[in-house]
């Protein structure tokens, strides 16, 4: 993975975002990583694969309890590390 310097990715913002649609690209600050950027289409694909896997997650815990779909999206965005 390519990797830029926080003052690199700001000077160099268009050059990144191009880089970022073939593949994640790192930005670090003070040496230490901070971000990934990746491009929409694996942003996207990121997101469905982390729902498919709490979905699996859910049918094979045996809970028949209620079904909460807030739980669900949230455990699946906490797993593909999409928590805000």
Do not use: C, W
């Not at 975002?17 to 994640?24: D, T, V």
């Not at 930005?27 to 942003?43: F, L, M, Q, W």
């Amino acid at each position: 993975m390519e990797v830029f310097s926080a003052t690199d990715a700001k000077r160099e913002f268009g050059e990144m975002l191009m880089k970022s649609q073939k593949a994640p690209v790192g930005v670090t600050r003070n040496g230490k990583p901070i971000a990934v950027i990746v491009s929409e289409t694996d942003y996207q694909a990121l997101k469905l694969q982390a729902l498919r896997a709490a979905l699996i997650e859910g049918e094979q815990s045996g809970d028949a309890g209620r079904l909460d779909m807030q739980a669900i999206k949230a455990k699946a965005m906490h797993k593909a590390g999409l928590n805000g």
